[in-house]
């Protein structure tokens, strides 16, 4: 599939889009924290929202196995279209809710859907890709997947400050009725004589394939440690921004910036990682991931857990940048060697990094305390982890 031919140039935009429905569900309610807090007369500052960033992820990872059966039994472009349903009625369900369960069980619903959509986005890339061409593929994606936050945050804030909060439910909806009439107008990556019977054995094909090779295993672990202090990020931003630092206006700007360095990042990366070699990539976004954690953690347990801020969040935004460098890589080399299943083997993989990331993520939010010490420490516990880890990882294919 080259650059200049437009079929390819459609499936890559189609397939950003499937998996940057997840960014917008996430990043566009975040600036709605404060006013949900307040409809439901939670204390300012209150962790609990930050569940209906868990609830989604939670059911964002629960959601991908069956919905990768889905996707090797009934195809790509069905699963897509019946994904963005399923999606459309998890953000109906948040819609009309009146209390923080209700809205809690719809963000369950809304990230089971958003699963099916970003399985679909990525078995339709191992349909075609493998190794560092999968990674060249998917730093294209990833790079619009992080894109995404530049304009959530600003377009949720700029609704809210002249429409009630819910109004902005309506971004993801669109991006739902899109992905859902664009999945009825692709053709399938998955001929009919690939397809895999519908039945729980596949899954135990798909866990025996991943679990039997350490290599991969480590991967994974890999993928869990570096997505839940993402989370955590994700869940405690608005709090950070506004109740750390007092900037409460220019979270959306600050989250957006962010946004633009981790796309800048994730196509440098797509751009070279052929060249380069998966393997080294890796390790090499270990290497700085780790290395920024730790000088992190030293500058704000210097400054006794809330350091100048221009001091912090640039290094905070260069941490997030090597986890671009780092996370979507790492999906694709755990997928090298699970091409024939490749969409339960992604369902299985991304389960296991979600959902271990997510509670995670979750545990760490609750330890907030009004300074970045809870958050920095989960940084450095991380950057330990992968780096120790990236250096066991083996050799990967780059076919």
Known sequence: MEAGDGSAVKFRVFAAMAMAAGAMSIDSILPAFSRIRGELHLPEGSSATAG???????GSAIGQIPMGLFADRFGRRTLVSSAAVVYLIGIGVVAISSSLGAMLVGRFV???????LQIGAISMLRDRFVGARMAREMAFVM?????????????????IAIAPWRTVLAVSGVFGAMLFIGARLMPDTLPVERRQPFQLAVVGKGVKAIVSNGS??????????AFSVFSSYLGSSERIVGDVFGRKSMFPFLFGAV???????????????????????????????????????????????VPPFWLYWPLLSVQLASHIGLYPNLNSAAMTRVGHLAGTASAIITTMAMLVGSLVGSVIDHTF??????L?????????????????IGSIEHT
């Open 143 to 159: 790079a619009v997947f992080y894109v995404v936050p530049v304009l959530a945050p600003s377009v949720g804030a700029g609704i």
């Open 110 to 116: 809304w990230g089971f859907g958003a699963a099916g």
């Open 369 to 374: 305390d009004g300074t970045v010490r809870p």
């Open 259 to 305: 946004g633009i360095l981790m796309a800048m990042v994730a196509l440098t990366v797509g751009r070279h990682v052929m060249g380069i070699g998966l393997a080294k990539v890796i390790r090499t976004a270990a290497a700085v991931y780790s290395s920024i954690a730790l000088v992190i953690l030293v500058v704000v347990l210097v400054n006794h857990g």
């Open 216 to 225: 991969t295993v480590r991967i994974v672990l890999m993928m869990a440690t």
């Open 376 to 392: 920095a420490i989960a940084f450095g516990i991380s950057a330990v982890t992968v780096l120790a880890l990236s250096r066991t």
């Open 52 to 58: 209906l960033l868990t609830l989604f992820f939670v």
